[in-house]
Structures are given as C-alpha cells and as structure tokens.
C-alpha cells in the first residue's frame, strides 16, 4: 500500500479529517487495505452507510461477520468509536458525507444503512451508492415514515425554531413522495420518506427490484443495482422469541 495513503487511513483514530476522495482516486488504489488477508471464504466488501458507533448491522439483523465492512459517517468521535470496536477484524471507518463517497467505482457488493439515508440529500446518496456499487449490488435501509416526522413534531411545540424544521421536513417530504427529489438549506436536506417517493428516487438512480416492509414508525427498503446478482449479500440473523 502506498506510504500516503496507509497514512491517511491510520489518522481516521486521530483528529484529523483525511482527503479520501483524493486518496483513492489519485492513486486507483482500491479498499485492499480495508479488510484482512485473502481467506478460502467469498469474502464481500459492503459499506455501512451512517455507520455511528458501528452496530448498524446489528440493528438491522445482519450477519456480516465474514464481510470486509467500511463505515462512513460524518461525526467523527463515532467513528473513533467503531474503529475502536471493530478494527480488530479488519474493518475500516472514515468521517464521509453520505453525497460524497470517498470509494472508487464499483467497489462494494453491498449497502446498509439504519436510519441514516433520511438526514442526507436522498438523490445525491443514491447516485454515489449506484457509483460504488458493482452491478446487481443491493442496498437495505431503514427509513422514516411521516407518522415518525409528525410525531417529532409534535413533541416540538412549543419551541418556534424546532416546529418550523420539522414543518421544513415534512414539506420536503411532501416534495420527496411526488417528486422523487428533496430541498436542501445549504447542506440539510432531511426528510421523511414514503414507499411512492423512494421509488421514483431509486428508480431514477439506476436501482431495480424495489421492495418495503413497515415495523412500527420506520419502514424498511430494499433494491439492487442494475445488472448481475452480487457474490455475497449478507443473510438475516434468526428472530428470537
């Protein structure tokens, strides 16, 4: 691995903020460097979109104990926190916008996000993850459904500021059901999502095989990107009752 590079990514654990984009793409270096030696097992590389303190996976009920996962969120001290967890088994987490995947083309077999996709600029994000994305990748996130954002702004009253962004989200998701599209304040672009707006966004994105699930305030979306099924998908952990 180039000295640069190797560099950058050691400084995710310090205070610094490394330029991926340029990282990755001015040298064509690849994620290699993310994961653990080649094993006998198929081993997927899949990105962790929002990953917080990295257990995202977990929320979502996915095993992907035998995958090359990389997180990218934008709080720094979380991503501190999930390198500390998780960097023991090869895993990588940088400080990255979801608009602004710092990943080269076709680089990752697969997406999962919980709860992160409604805090970014939707169209935006899809067209990075249909970029990083090898062709039939798939994508699985949870989302907000409007009773969630009514709910929030609800508890807003009686504070001015806090009702008039939750009226702001709730419009931009008025916008996102019909449009497939969202309003952003400079870089806010929240939203709440419906099953009629996410698939005019995926669909124009470049993503097929849509499909929803509903449990409780959240809904859950699946898709993949156009083309040929990938390798590896990570397989949902058994309930427990």
């Known amino acids: ?16 903020l ?10 064509g270096i690849r994620l290699s460097g993310f994961g653990p030696p080649p094993c006998k097992m198929p081993m997927g590389r899949i990105l962790d979109l929002g990953c917080g303190t990295g257990d995202s996976w977990r929320k979502l009920g996915l095993q992907v104990e035998n995958c090359r996962v990389v997180g990218i969120d934008i709080q720094r001290d979380r991503v501190q926190a ?15 916008r979801g608009e602004e995947v710092p990943l080269p083309d076709g680089s990752i077999q697969g997406v999962f996000c919980n709860v992160a996709l409604p805090y970014m600029h939707i169209p935006h994000t899809l067209a990075e993850l249909h970029r990083v994305l ?11 459904s409007p009773s969630f954002t009514w709910s929030e702004f609800r508890q807003s009253f009686p504070h001015p500021k806090q009702c008039l962004f939750r009226i702001f989200v709730v419009l931009n998701g008025m916008v ?14 929240e ?18 095989g849509v499909s929803y699930r509903k449990d409780g305030p959240r809904f859950f979306v699946e898709a993949r990107r156009e083309g040929a099924p990938a390798e590896t998908e990570p397989v949902a952990l058994p309930s427990v009752a």
């Open 82 to 96: 999930a390198h500390l967890k998780y960097s023991s088994q090869g895993w990588g987490y940088v400080c990255a």
């Open 1 to 16: 691995m180039d000295l640069g590079l190797q560099t950058s990514l050691t400084s995710v654990t310090s205070h610094q």
């Open 176 to 189: 996102l059901h019909f449009s497939g599209n969202v309003v952003s304040l400079g870089r806010v672009a």
């Open 134 to 144: 090898v062709p039939g990748g798939w994508l699985r996130a949870s989302l907000h």
């Open 191 to 208: 939203s709440c999502q419906t099953s009629a707006g996410m698939r005019i966004a995926l669909r124009r994105a470049g993503f097929t």
């Open 18 to 27: 490394p330029d991926f984009n340029c990282a990755f793409r001015k040298t």
